[in-house]
């Protein structure tokens, strides 16, 4: 069913029985976009760009859903892990890096890699801009992973200076990554 639409002056309208029910739908709508900020009324004459109002900010108090249940933490958030995304960006990024950094090698079908990959990602970031941590998906790069000797995932090689330092197999807790990555970076 179509609404008749009639055009009087320069506007379109619709038909007066529905008229009513859509401005208060526009109200509604307006009032909850804009509620921030008041604009001056818009000119009388058609558009142009000598005509554009300008809109201020209002100060009104803001609604108890706005308002934040706890303060923002204003400490800064390391995250130095990457995702690699060939051999070029991997002797880039991993072996020529002035960090020490983890490269876990890990697999999208692999249930273990998405547990140990998160673990991973917040033992770096505790270590706040002191280590990296490269991601390798071994079936986009199987020549790095050859390369390595990884013949199971996830696997975990620490490197420094572009040097294996340390790897280990499998899952491991919190406790013993930290540590982990407290000895490469010690």
């Not at 921030?36 to 209002?58: E, G, K, L, M, Q």
């Amino acid at each position: 069913m179509t609404r008749p639409l009639f055009i009087v002056g320069d506007r379109l309208r619709l038909s007066t029985h529905n008229t009513m029910a859509y401005r208060q739908l526009a109200r509604r709508v307006w009032t909850r976009s804009v509620k921030d900020v008041r604009c001056s009324p818009p000119p009388a004459s058609r558009f142009s760009p000598a005509s554009i109002h300008r809109c201020t900010p209002v100060q009104q108090p803001r609604s108890p859903l706005l308002t934040l249940s706890r303060p923002l933490s204003l400490t800064p958030h390391y995250r130095v892990c990457f995702n690699v995304q060939d051999t070029e960006d991997f002797t880039e990024r991993v072996i020529n890096s002035s960090l020490p950094v983890l490269v876990d090698f890990h697999a999208q079908w692999c249930g273990p890699c998405k547990i140990l990959g998160p673990r991973l990602e917040k033992a770096v970031a505790k270590q706040q801009g002191r280590v990296a941590m490269a991601k390798v998906d071994i079936d986009d790069h199987t020549d790095l992973a050859i390369e390595y000797g990884v013949s199971a995932v996830p696997t975990v090689i620490a490197m420094r200076d572009g040097h294996v330092i340390d790897q280990f197999v499998g899952i491991k807790d919190e406790d013993q990554l930290d540590s982990f990555v407290g000895k490469l970076i010690g």
